[in-house]
């Protein structure tokens, strides 16, 4: 049983509110919310049976739980700085599941083949932690056992392991079994900054949705790739962006 969980809050010192935000930018209801487009490309991975929302218990995080709510998904709050304590809190809550991927409610790019591809490749090899590389910053996955979180909850005592949730199985790959599953793209998708973290980088995302509509494929012949070649100057819209 596979468990998609995804961390979120509101508090984005670039972006504030960044989750809730409509996309593409005229869109109306919850479904056309970043946080709404991550939850429907969850859900549209075949091998997950459930998605949920891991947030914190600031006040201002409300309005993200209730918009979690209203899309039928768990949500478990707790720590702001201790995410991976949260991950903990809603695996518990959520009930027996044995894998899980995790998801940030600023990617509402991620492809749905590509989260199988992930966690095929992580129960095939046994693996208690895999990562996809090649793919545009944004959509690539993290699959992690149950089992290698536990023991990273109760093992990890550095800040940026608690805070960044995977930093204490990397760091341990004499504990833990790490897999890298390397994916292509078409050359003109792979470098592109697909993730939400500064106003262009919403610009960007939101001219892909409105272009392409919500289920558009990182691969597809008619969709970003053939949108990429007739306005490649797409790209250069938040390529100056400088991730943390």
């Given at each position: 049983?596979?468990?998609?969980?995804?961390?979120?809050?509101?508090?984005?010192s670039?972006?504030?509110?960044?989750?809730?935000?409509?996309?593409p930018?005229?869109?109306?209801?919850?479904?056309?919310?970043?946080?709404?487009?991550v939850?429907?490309?969850?859900?549209?991975?075949?091998?997950?049976?459930?998605?949920?929302?891991?947030?914190?218990?600031?006040?201002?995080?409300?309005?993200?739980?209730?918009?979690?709510?209203?899309?039928?998904?768990?949500?478990?709050?707790?720590?702001?700085?201790?995410?991976?304590g949260?991950?903990?809190?809603?695996?518990?809550?959520?009930?027996?599941?044995?894998?899980?991927?995790?998801?940030?409610?600023?990617?509402?790019?991620?492809?749905?083949?590509?989260?199988?591809?992930?966690?095929?490749?992580?129960?095939?090899?046994?693996?208690?932690?895999?990562?996809?590389?090649?793919l545009?910053?944004?959509?690539?996955?993290?699959?992690i056992?149950?089992?290698?979180?536990?023991?990273?909850?109760?093992?990890?005592?550095?800040?940026?392991?608690?805070e960044h949730?995977?930093?204490?199985?990397?760091?341990?790959?004499?504990?833990f079994?790490?897999?890298?599953?390397?994916?292509?793209?078409?050359?003109?998708?792979?470098?592109?900054?697909?993730?939400?973290?500064?106003?262009?980088?919403?610009?960007?995302?939101?001219?892909?949705?409105?272009?392409?509509?919500?289920?558009?494929?990182?691969?597809?012949?008619?969709?970003?790739?053939?949108?990429?070649?007739?306005?490649?100057?797409?790209?250069?819209?938040n390529?100056?962006?400088?991730?943390?």
């Open positions: 049983m596979t468990l998609a969980l995804i961390q979120a809050r509101l508090g984005s670039r972006l504030p509110g960044k989750s809730m935000l409509p996309l930018l005229p869109a109306m209801g919850d479904e056309n919310t970043i946080l709404g487009h939850v429907s490309r969850a859900r549209r991975a075949a091998c997950i049976q459930k998605v949920a929302v891991a947030t914190t218990t600031q006040p201002l995080d409300e309005p993200l739980t209730a918009l979690a709510a209203r899309l039928g998904v768990g949500v478990f709050r707790g720590d702001e700085q201790d995410v991976l949260r991950f903990a809190g809603a695996l518990a809550q959520a009930g027996d599941f044995q894998t899980i991927v995790r998801l940030t409610a600023d990617n509402p790019a991620i492809d749905p083949a590509f989260i199988d591809a992930a966690v095929a490749h992580h129960l095939a090899t046994g693996a208690d932690y895999t990562y996809t590389s090649g545009p910053l944004g959509t690539n996955i993290e699959v056992s149950t089992q290698a979180l536990l023991r990273a909850h109760r093992e990890a005592t550095q800040p940026d392991e608690r949730v995977t930093p204490y199985l990397r760091r341990h790959p004499e504990l079994r790490l897999e890298t599953l390397a994916l292509t793209v078409p050359p003109a998708v792979a470098p592109l900054r697909l993730t939400v973290d500064y106003p262009s980088d919403y610009a960007l995302l939101s001219l892909l949705f409105g272009y392409l509509g919500p289920d558009f494929s990182l691969t597809g012949p008619a969709g970003l790739p053939e949108l990429l070649t007739r306005h490649s100057w797409l790209a250069a819209i390529a100056d962006n400088v991730q943390r």
